[in-house]
């Protein structure tokens, strides 16, 4: 059974910084490509970042230069480090495995409060 | 990049069935879309992939009452014989050119 678990969210303030981690189970994370959702209070779902099986990483705009997207295969864990975060960062985080185009299994994410 | 336009909004009663709209934009016609659950307080779920054909594969565990259409750039999400457990917010999703979108959900209220 596929499954993923994320940690790492909390609050943090302004200018800091995070890492989230998404334990994976069930698959094999470097075999597949890996994407981070999140989504802001009361809002809609938002894209931030998907990694490919060869490696490639992408980033929405918003996001650009500051998150970057990472895996370790050792430890089939998907990472996201998140940098110069701001208000409009606060949001829950998922982490979801991609199959034939679409995303097809999410975490229960990890909700991340930046605030002072 | 494309856009999905989602109604916010959507009611209809118990053990009836609704039809949920999301529609591509102009120049996307073709694309493929997934569509989402998200009960309140949950993670997302994924229903299943909907080709412009009208062709769907649906995830695991997904009831018999979902099921999807196309016509031209508007992807359908059926779903008959409305549980109260069907009151979500629904989203589709598409992707292109190393981004993805998702659409800005409609909340399906079962009265």
């Known amino acids: 059974e596929v499954q993923l678990v994320e940690s790492g969210g909390g609050l943090v303030q302004p200018g800091g910084s995070l890492r989230l981690s998404c334990a994976a189970s069930g698959f094999t994370v470097s075999n597949n490509y890996m994407t981070w959702v999140r989504q802001a209070p009361g809002k809609g779902l938002e894209w931030v970042s998907i990694?490919?099986?060869?490696?490639?990483?992408y980033y929405a705009d918003s996001v650009k230069g500051r998150f970057t997207i990472s895996r370790d295969s050792s430890k089939n864990t998907l990472y996201l480090q998140i940098n110069s975060l701001r208000a409009e960062d606060t949001a829950v985080y998922y982490c979801a495995s991609i199959n034939g185009g679409a995303t097809v299994h999410w975490g229960q994410g990890t909700l991340v409060t930046v605030s002072s | 990049q494309p856009v999905l336009t989602q109604s916010s909004s959507a009611s209809a009663s118990l053990g009836s069935s609704v039809k949920l709209t999301c529609t591509l934009s102009s120049g996307h016609s073709s694309y493929i879309i997934a569509w989402h659950q998200q009960q309140p307080g949950k993670a997302p779920r994924y229903l299943m992939k909907l080709e412009d054909s009208g062709s769907y594969n649906k995830g695991s565990g997904v009831p018999d009452r979902f099921s999807g259409s196309s016509s031209g750039a508007d992807r359908y999400l059926t779903i008959s014989n409305l549980q109260s457990e069907d009151e979500a917010e629904y989203y589709c999703e598409t992707w292109d050119s190393n981004t993805r979108v998702f659409g800005g959900g409609t909340k399906l209220t079962v009265l």
């Open positions: 990694i490919y099986s060869g490696g490639s990483t």
